[in-house]
């Protein structure tokens, strides 16, 4: 092709979009590049050979271009963290980077699964909905700058460049957990419209209406237990039947029992699967809470949140007993606790319902610097 004017320029993303439908973008891609057309690949995955053997053997893409946004702002000097081998850094770079190269190199059409992108563009964005069923499929129009959606035996739905298609579906769920009875409890109401079955705490999640997942998670656990400040941090993204379930977990202390009464189930039989009526999915979420809880209790204050402000030895004890799944001696158990932690007496003693001396009341006070 001689003419610059005629030639197109089309981006893809690779997550989402080409390994989603890889057979249409391995055909497209092929073809318009031996037209003498140019594809480029726009991905936040690091530009390696790993990524272009992926791109090229599995995928089955052909391209002109390949940009990597993570690879590209490494080049020029922005801080990139590595958690768990993906790569983060500043939300406003990173939405903006896809939108200011396809600006930059004139892309007639950029494709793309994630909605948050497509406000920083000025040239055509399109997001693509894996939501069609198998007998729809995503074609491009001879000539013009929209992609059409055909089902058999019907009329096209056209979509403009700026697509309104429905956003990915998100949701935040939350295991909140209590010691009581001398166990850990979970929090499982009833499943909505299924009385008969038990389930998380969720909210939907929609990211183009703004908010933060976290803020999501406190409005959970605000609404099922009243509190709005205790111990909780995010526990593990799942990709559940094409559905991004982000889960939270909260410990809360005794007291917050009492609010949802019949609602609270110990965790080993949940996880055993002798109580309660339960998803497979719910119940690996609570064993992956599980090994959380016994990885962080041994260097984390974490057990205290699980406790009332004054408690006693024997009640900390217990819980560590309880999450450990094993019998600990008590002189040891309280050297271990205050070479770690601060641990104050109080003058008060706890009121026993039982003859004997009363044990003496304790309040945490704050980690020691040993590690």
């Known amino acids: 092709m001689n003419h610059k004017d005629d030639i197109i320029r089309l981006g893809i993303d690779v997550h989402g979009v080409a390994d989603t439908f890889p057979d249409f973008f391995s055909r497209l891609s092929r073809e318009l590049v031996a037209h003498g057309h140019e594809v480029h690949i726009i991905t936040g995955t690091e530009h390696t050979r790993s990524l272009e053997h ?22 020029g000097g922005t801080e990139v963290t590595y958690i768990d081998g993906n790569p983060y850094m500043d939300n406003r770079i990173w ?40 007998e729809e499929d995503l074609v491009p129009l001879a000539e013009g700058g929209e992609w059409h959606a055909t089902k058999a035996g019907s009329e096209p739905r056209t979509y403009s460049a700026k697509t ?47 908010g933060d997942l976290e803020v999501c998670a406190t409005r959970i656990l605000s609404t099922m237990t009243g509190l709005k400040q205790t111990w909780m941090e995010q526990l593990k993204t799942y990709d559940e039947s094409r559905h991004l379930v982000t889960s939270y977990f909260a410990l809360v202390p005794e007291k917050a029992v009492a609010s949802r009464q019949g609602d609270w189930f110990p965790l080993g039989e949940v996880i055993a699967q002798n109580a309660p009526h339960l998803s497979l999915f719910h119940r690996q979420v609570l ?14 204050p974490i057990a205290f949140a699980l406790l009332d402000e004054r408690f006693t030895w024997t009640e900390l004890r217990c819980i560590y007993e309880a999450v450990l799944e094993k019998p600990i001696d008590p002189a040891n158990f309280r050297k271990m606790i205050r070479t770690h932690y601060t641990i104050r007496s109080l003058k008060e003693k706890k009121v026993k319902a039982t003859a004997g001396r009363p044990p003496e009341l304790l309040t945490y006070g704050g980690t020691r610097d040993v590690y």
């Open 54 to 75: 992926y791109l090229k053997d599995q995928l089955g893409l052909a391209w002109t271009h390949l940009f990597s946004v993570t690879t590209h702002h490494k080049q």
């Open 95 to 134: 939405n903006r980077s896809k939108a200011e190269y396809c600006r930059r190199n004139g892309i007639q059409l950029h494709i793309d699964d994630s909605d948050v992108y497509g406000k920083y563009f000025t040239t055509p964005f399109a997001r693509m909905v894996d939501s069609l069923s198998h």
């Open 164 to 210: 309104t298609c429905p956003l990915p579906t998100v949701s935040v769920e939350m295991v909140i957990a209590a010691f009581a009875d001398g166990e850990i409890q979970v929090l499982l109401p009833p499943k909505p419209g299924r009385p008969d079955l038990r389930a998380l705490p969720f909210l939907p999640f929609t990211p183009s209406e703004g």
């Open 287 to 300: 064993s992956d809470f599980h090994e959380r809880l016994k990885g962080k209790i041994s260097y984390t």
